[in-house]
């Protein structure tokens, strides 16, 4: 006999007898493969693994909402103070070029209330997850399962029947659509893909988050392996970034349903809150360790906002059992993070200039070098960017004259538009304008009015300058940039930059870092 069709009603879960045993199911295949991938390490997560940054916050909930949106942490115009983690979505971590879902997780701080799980009941958290797609790609857990057995066995042969299986093929393409270039994870939108409760049963929202059109993005780097975190780090050194946290709400329960999160709502977005990322820095070792250690769940939640869907319903069982089996494995307690007063770093005085004419991408040849140096960023910036130091560091490579001094036609030479003359070994200068100047994170300039040969090929140079931490290190890194007059000039040019140019690059930074930790 045919079921009877159930018409569907906003806000309600429609639960499937085998649940039970899928999520069963999923949950000893996931553990599977961590106990394999972690057998003699520290082990991380069984997704989301790679972390480029565990950074601080605050959730400001908008004024003056109307009495219908004024429910669980948007109750009243508070501001919650929180941690942010973001995430390349991979099991396996690879280099941040490669396509990828990535993750945001936020867990506000100071929400008071009772929680949904027992274990959590008087913690103060609330947590959302959210993802770089609008869509989740697989419709329902029965459907998911087959994908988790074969992206978590062992053998990958099973990997690659199930991508051959043509029954799979509108799911692996949802899933190819998902996966996208990143530049800054502080400059993507980010959805919750899954519905979860507003205050009453039969209200039900999506979660999107937005970066605002004027933060300051800094991609300087799109080439190394984890250049996400240097480019956040670059970021938020001297910059705050601005999200806008959006609500959309379940209006038609047949068009816009709770259990198949592959079909994207239409319903218009209504802003609750700005997450704020604060300047900062972040990437110490300790602060990532910190990252690596905390549990975000979607169930650290207060009841006006649980998790809906048979999704939601599955990473209740899987998320808490995940991060216990870890957090025993690895020796660690999990815990809760608590607020405190002076959770926010000092406000540092922002020293944001805008960048007067961008380098250009075009008819450039760019040439560059790195050296890890034992100090902080401070005394890095402070030694590379001086005008006194330059003789200390500057040296003669080959044919390439030292520098003698150095005197300020504009200045002092730490701000946008400053000038200053170079004098070489020989009689020949050079005249270097500032660009940008964000103390201890980066700098660049133009490089003009070249008195030596070099002015035959090229009319206007540029330098960038960037500083960041590697493990527990100063990185600085030089990258050079020369415009061509013409082709020949172009060949010539090429010529001097890979035989003489990097060499003096890497030299000239080499005999920094003997100063900046010896001071010889
Ligand atoms: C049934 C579906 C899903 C399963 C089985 C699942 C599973 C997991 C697991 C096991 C972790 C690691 C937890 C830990 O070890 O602490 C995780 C983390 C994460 N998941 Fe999911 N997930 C699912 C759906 C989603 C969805 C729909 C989103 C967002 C739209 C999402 C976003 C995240 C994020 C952002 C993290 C990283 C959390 C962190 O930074 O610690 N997941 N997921």
Redesign the pocket.
């Known amino acids: 006999m045919k079921k009877p069709e159930v018409v569907k009603q906003i806000g309600r879960e429609y639960v499937t007898e085998d649940e039970d045993s899928i999520i069963e199911e999923?949950m000893s295949e996931?553990i599977a493969q961590v106990d394999r991938m972690y057998a003699d390490k520290k082990m991380l997560?069984?997704?989301?693994t790679k972390?480029h940054g565990c950074v601080k916050a605050t959730f400001k909930v908008e004024e003056n909402l109307p009495e219908e949106l004024k429910v669980g942490v948007f109750k009243k115009p508070a501001t919650y103070n929180a941690w942010v983690?973001f995430?390349n979505?991979n099991t396996k971590p690879k280099p941040d070029k490669k396509k990828d879902i990535r993750?945001?997780?936020i867990k506000l701080m100071g929400v008071p209330g009772d929680k949904i799980l027992n274990d959590q009941r008087t913690e103060k958290s609330q947590d959302f997850?959210?993802?770089t797609s609008e869509t989740?790609f697989s419709k329902n857990?029965a459907e998911?399962r087959k994908t988790?057995k074969a992206a978590t066995s062992k053998h990958g042969i099973n990997m690659l029947l199930y991508i051959l299986n043509p029954a799979h093929l509108r799911l692996l393409l949802h899933v190819s659509k998902s996966k996208v270039k990143c530049a800054n994870p502080l400059d993507m939108e980010y959805?919750?893909?899954?519905p979860y409760q507003f205050g009453a049963p039969d209200k039900a929202v999506k979660y999107f988050l937005k970066p605002s059109p004027d933060n300051i993005i800094l991609n300087e780097n799109v080439k190394e392996e984890n250049y996400l975190r240097i480019n956040m780090a670059q970021t938020l050194y001297n910059n705050s970034a601005e999200f806008d946290f959006f609500v959309q709400f379940q209006t038609d329960a047949e068009t816009m349903p709770i259990e198949d999160?592959t079909v994207e709502w239409t319903s218009q977005f209504i802003k609750m809150a700005t997450l704020t990322i604060v300047p900062q820095e972040f990437d110490s070792n300790e602060q990532m360790t910190f990252g690596e250690n905390?549990?975000?769940?979607?169930w650290h939640s207060l009841p006006e906002h649980r998790p809906l869907g048979s999704?939601n319903r599955?990473?209740r069982r899987?998320?808490e059992a995940?991060?216990k089996y870890?957090h025993e494995k690895n020796g660690l307690p999990v815990f809760e993070p608590k607020d405190s007063p002076d959770f926010l770093p000092p406000k540092r005085e922002q020293n944001v200039e805008t960048i007067a004419e961008p380098i250009p991408k075009r008819g450039i040849l760019k040439r560059s070098a790195q050296v890890l140096v034992d100090s902080d960023k401070s005394t890095a910036f402070n030694f590379i960017s001086s005008n006194s130091e330059l003789p200390n560091w500057l040296k003669k490579v080959g044919p390439i004259p030292a520098a003698l001094n150095a005197e300020i036609l504009k200045g002092p030479y730490n701000f946008v538009g400053a000038r200053r003359k170079v004098f070489f070994d020989g009689g020949d200068t050079v005249v270097e304008e500032l660009m940008t100047f964000n103390p201890y994170a980066n700098y660049s300039y133009s490089v003009t009015e070249f008195s030596n040969f070099l002015r035959f090929f090229s009319k206007k140079a540029y330098g960038q300058v960037w500083i960041d931490r590697i493990n527990d290190q100063t990185r600085i890194t030089w990258e050079y940039s020369f415009s061509y007059r013409n082709i020949l000039a172009r060949l010539i040019l090429s010529l001097f930059l890979t035989i003489l140019y990097k060499k003096f690059l890497k030299k000239s930074l080499e005999n920094a870092k003997g100063y900046i930790e010896n001071g010889d």
């Open positions: 999923m996931m997560r069984q997704i989301h972390m983690r995430s979505s993750g945001i997780a997850l959210l993802m989740f857990i998911f988790l959805w919750s893909t899954q999160p905390l549990s975000f769940n979607s999704f599955a990473r899987i998320y995940m991060s870890r």
